[in-house]
């Protein structure tokens, strides 16, 4: 199967399982913060790699990221970024540090532990809901944490899969606590080319 053929159904199939697995990962969250929390995916679209650059502000901009490694019956990876200042804000709501800054992140063990679990229950969240309608074994690993110019941080996430497609999947994830505009983060999910058929074939969707 290749990225750029995916059908209107495939990409209604995969927001559908996005919004149930955001859904997941908002009452986790919700926990987290002691707040309501709602999540959503608005989009799910295949782009190329100059696109995804481009969708996050370019290879220049400096992006918070956090880099997964999918394990079991499919492989590949995922990466949830968000911008700097989206990472201060989401950092602030789950410490409850109103002063929060970024440059601080390496030094405050608190808000590193919490930008790290958001990632994971996002992740979590999202692979499990795949998973069970797949019926497919998936896990993520433990998160790599990283900030630095988008160019630098997708490129170690692409170099196998550029190989064999020039395409990624990019599912976008609002998250809003109450009485809050919302936080747009990125998740690109990069299965492999090969496990994307084998994830359409666990839906009972067959290649065209």
């Known amino acids: 199967?290749?990225?750029s053929k995916l059908t209107s159904i495939e990409k209604d199939v995969l927001?559908?399982?996005?919004?149930i697995g955001a859904g997941n990962a908002a009452t986790s969250m919700s926990k987290l913060i002691n707040k309501k929390v709602d999540m959503q995916v608005p989009s799910v679209n295949i782009v190329t790699y100059d696109e995804m650059m481009d969708l996050i502000g370019g290879p220049e901009e400096l992006i918070v990221a956090l880099f997964f490694q999918i394990k079991g019956e499919i492989s590949g990876n995922v990466y949830f970024i968000l911008s700097t200042k989206e990472a201060e804000e989401l950092i602030r709501k789950v410490t409850n540090q109103s002063n929060f800054l970024l440059e601080d992140l390496h030094h405050n063990e608190w808000a590193l532990s919490a930008l790290?679990?958001?990632g994971n229950i996002v992740t979590g969240a999202y692979l499990s809901a795949l998973s069970d309608f797949t019926k497919l074994n998936m896990q993520p690993s433990i998160p790599f944490l990283s900030i630095d110019m988008a160019g630098a941080l997708l490129t170690v996430g692409?170099?196998?899969i550029s190989q064999t497609s020039d395409y990624a999947m990019i599912i976008d994830t609002t998250?809003?606590?109450?009485?809050?505009?919302?936080?747009q983060g990125h998740f690109f999910l990069l299965?492999?080319?090969?496990?994307?058929?084998?994830?359409?074939?666990?839906?009972?969707?067959?290649?065209?």
């Open 15 to 19: 927001r559908e399982i996005g919004n």
């Open 116 to 118: 790290q679990e958001t």
């Open 191 to 208: 299965p492999d080319p090969s496990s994307l058929s084998t994830i359409f074939q666990g839906l009972g969707i067959a290649d065209e």
């Open 158 to 160: 692409l170099l196998e």
């Open 1 to 3: 199967m290749v990225y």
């Open 175 to 183: 998250i809003r606590s109450e009485s809050d505009s919302g936080i």
